[in-house]
């Protein structure tokens, strides 16, 4: 089983349009979790941390679900701009910094 | 610049060639990775460096890439004798790796090197 799955896409919506998505992780003893951005052909990119409680960065809100070992990210109102692959990302265990991706999730907003 | 650096930004090479690749880290960042990305791929890791020595070096796929980092500081990863199938885009990324806490996980991406091997 991969460390971390998610549903490749593509999720294809017009803009402003709310979609959503999910990501699953193996390693229950995963304590950081995170959302990064890649765009085509760029490096990836911190888009934002995963906390416990849930979190709010402007359009865009991340969930986490330990009892089922789910990630889920939810972006409002999409804009052209969010066209992109997401990837989950979690680390290896609750001391270890070595960080596992995931194979993304594309993103494609249309006019 | 303050970010991850890596150099060079494309490299072309023949076939059995030797090839270095450069990563200078974000300062005081001790933790370094390095990945490998085909087109269309996910990220593939290769090597992680805490300081100067190498806990994990389980992604790296043969005998032929080897990676060093000297001072806790620049990293070069050196793929030799070259075949078509290293083709890829290689990332350096790095993060603090100090304390608990998620802060110290956040990996920082340099731009990465296009190689091409013909």
């Known amino acids: 089983r991969k460390e971390v799955e998610q549903d490749p896409g593509p999720f294809n919506v017009p803009e402003g349009a709310t979609v959503a998505f999910n990501c699953t992780y193996s390693?229950?003893?995963?304590?950081?979790f995170f959302w990064y951005r890649q765009d085509c052909r760029k490096e990836p990119k911190l888009l934002m941390s995963?906390?416990?409680s849930g979190n709010e960065d402007g359009r865009f809100t991340a969930q986490l679900n330990r009892a089922s070992q789910y990630i889920s990210l939810l972006i409002r109102d999409s804009k052209l701009s969010d066209s992109a692959t997401y990837l989950c990302?979690?680390?290896?265990?609750?001391?270890?910094?070595?960080?596992?991706f995931g194979a993304g999730t594309t993103v494609t907003v249309r006019a | 610049g303050a970010g991850v650096s890596q150099s060079p930004s494309n490299k072309v090479t023949e076939k059995g060639k030797d090839v270095e690749l450069r990563c200078d880290p974000i300062s005081g960042h001790t933790a370094l990775y390095w990945y490998r990305q085909s087109l269309g791929q996910g990220l593939e890791f290769l090597i992680y460096?805490?300081?100067?020595?190498?806990?994990?070096k389980s992604g790296l796929p043969s005998d032929r890439f080897s990676a060093e980092r000297t001072g806790g500081s620049v990293s070069t990863l050196t793929i030799q004798r070259t075949q078509q199938e290293d083709s890829a885009v290689y990332l350096c990324?790095?993060?603090?790796?100090?304390?608990?806490?998620?802060?110290?996980?956040?990996?920082?991406f340099g731009a990465g090197t296009r190689l091409s091997v013909l």
């Open positions: 995963v906390y416990s």
């Open positions: 390693n229950s003893a995963s304590q950081s």
């Open positions: 990302v979690v680390n290896k265990g609750s001391n270890d910094y070595k960080l596992s």
């Open positions: 460096f805490q300081g100067n020595s190498a806990p994990d």
């Open positions: 990324a790095t993060s603090r790796g100090q304390g608990r806490g998620q802060t110290g996980n956040i990996q920082y």
